[in-house]
């Protein structure tokens, strides 16, 4: 793997999953009073966040431990809205599109793009949020290239353990 892609995995996971730990630790001390299924999910989220990051710490000492940091940037790749459920994490960079139903009548769907730098993340239940599919395309490069680095030391093992 090439050193500027080690390092841009390393800063995405460890410093994505960091700022995103920080922003969701801070909030929950924001809202006092809000109910135990709220703060689960916060609790939930700092999980994923400490995952994310703990995963780049093993990555850091270990480059071809790859099975973490395949498992964090595949945890990023989707984001969904319905009626029923809300899903969407991110940690560092996140350009993401993604296609659902209009809010503006005449449509039969719309394409929408965001761009984000930090940690961010969405969960709800129930919520009146309209139809919507994402991709987060800087963690979906992410994970192939990943993909393709434990795909080229697999290959390399299993050349090198073969015997002549």
Known sequence: MQSWLRLTLITTTVGGGFAGFAATFSSLFDSPGEGILASTLRVTFLALYGYIVVSGLIFVQNPQRLGPLSIAFGL???????????????????????????TQPGKFFTIDWQLLLAGSWQFAILQRDR????????????????????????????HTSTPS
């Open 76 to 102: 990023q790749v989707p984001s969904f809205s319905s009626p029923y459920l809300v899903y969407k994490l991110a940690a560092g960079p996140a350009v993401v599109a993604g296609f659902g139903s209009p």
């Open 131 to 158: 139809w919507q599919f994402c991709i987060n395309l800087a963690a979906l490069a992410f994970f192939a290239s990943v993909w393709i680095s434990r795909q080229r030391l697999k290959a390399s093992t299993m």
